[in-house]
Structures are given as structure tokens and as C-alpha cells.
């Protein structure tokens, strides 16, 4: 079994994809499972069960830990610690780790954020913005950002610099707008380009 989990959601999905090409390369049956909807019978027959040319399964579940709490979740927590040697792996949108102090830590590998980007998050600046664009792409670094202000907005995170509820409401309309047109093809902008216009209006407001 492989846990990946960590805030670095791109790099994360990146070797959890890799992992489930290197099952393909071997011959194993890939089973795709959401822990969203998971249940545990379901499971187990995706672990014990062979495809139908005989070959075994590589079992992929995303979002285990991550779901919301149930007792459905727990008899799937418990059965996974106690199979720990199953051909199971299993993805994580973040970080995971209080869940994880009965599973074997050679188990799991974990993704964290590069620094430079807590100075951004914590700061949104021009400044900060090119510094964190030298150790991470900015797909993450936006994405990164929008969860940000997002937990600000639920009182959850919290900005470096200081903005009223209006101005948050408009930042978050902002990059809303951005992304829109981002994925639309309807921005003159590549994202880079269209962050820095923003951070400088924003400092500018």
C-alpha cells in the first residue's frame, strides 16, 4: 500500500498518476475507486478479485481520508490499516497526516508546498510572486492562492496584508474572472501575465 497526500497537489497527482502507468506496465488490472462513495465490500472484492485474463488488481482510491467523516469511512480506514500489504494506492488532496499514525510511515510519502509560496500566500505581491514562480508553476501557485482566499473568506486563513470583507469579496470575484477566461481562451493573457496585472491593481485599489 502507498498513501500520497500532502498540500502540493500538483506534484502529488503526478507520482500518484505515475504510479498507477507503472501498474499498467506490469500487467495489473487497474481499479479506480472514489472513497467519496466507497464501500467496504466494494473493497474488498476490488482487492481479492482478478480480472478476467487472470491478472491482479492495482487498486487507485482518491480522496479516502478526505471524505467526510461516517461510520462507513471508519470500517474502510480499519481495514486498510490492517491490510497494509494489499497492492493499494491511495491519493490525497492534502495533507493527511494525523489520520495516518497507525500506517507504517515507509507507506507514505508526502508533498509539501515549496516555502517561497507561504510568503506569497501571506503576502500577494509583485515581489513574492516572481520569487515563488522560480520553485513552483504558477497552475499551482494560483490554485494555491484561490484556496487561500478562500479560507480567508471563511475565516479559516488569514492575509499578511490587510483587506476589508468588500475588497475580499472583489478579489475573489477577480480570480473567479480570471480563471473563467483562462479556461474559456477568452483572456489576451497567459496566467502569469494576468496575475501580475492583477496584484498590481490590487495594490493599487
Known amino acids: 500500500m502507498i498513501i ?5 497537489q500538483i506534484t502529488s497527482r503526478d507520482h500518484f498518476l505515475s504510479a498507477k502507468q507503472a501498474a499498467i506496465k506490469q500487467g495489473h488490472n487497474i481499479v479506480d475507486l472514489s472513497g467519496d462513495s ?17 491478472s491482479a488488481n492495482s487498486v ?7 471524505s467526510r467523516p461516517s461510520g462507513g469511512k471508519k470500517d474502510l ?5 490492517q491490510n497494509q500489504s494489499e497492492d493499494i494506492v491511495i491519493w490525497e488532496p492534502k495533507d493527511v497526516s ?4 497507525t500506517i507504517d510511515s515507509k507507506q507514505t510519502t508526502k508533498f509539501d508546498l515549496p516555502k517561497h509560496i507561504f510568503a506569497f500566500l501571506d503576502s500577494p505581491t509583485l515581489t513574492t510572486f516572481h520569487k515563488v514562480l522560480e ?3 504558477v497552475e499551482q501557485i494560483f490554485a494555491s492562492l484561490c484556496t487561500r482566499l478562500h479560507k480567508v473568506l471563511l475565516g479559516q486563513g488569514r492575509f499578511t496584508l ?14 473567479l474572472t480570471i480563471d473563467y477566461k483562462l479556461k474559456t ?15 498590481v491593481k490590487l495594490h493599487n485599489e
Request: proline share 4%; aromatic share 10%; net charge negative.
Open 98 to 101: 494525523s489520520q495516518l499514525k
Open 38 to 54: 466507497l464501500q467496504l465490500d466494494q473493497l474488498i472484492q476490488a482487492i481479492k478479485s482478478k480480472s478476467l485474463f487472470g
Open 4 to 8: 500520497i497526500h500532502g498540500d502540493n
Open 185 to 199: 481562451s477568452s483572456s489576451p493573457y497567459d496566467l502569469t501575465t494576468a496575475l501580475e496585472l492583477w496584484l
Open 162 to 175: 490587510k483587506f476589508s470583507p468588500n475588497q475580499l469579496g472583489l478579489m475573489n470575484s477577480q480570480l
Open 60 to 66: 487507485f482510491i482518491e480522496n479516502l481520508f478526505s
Open 135 to 137: 520553485v513552483a508553476p
Open 77 to 81: 480506514i480499519k481495514y486498510v490499516e
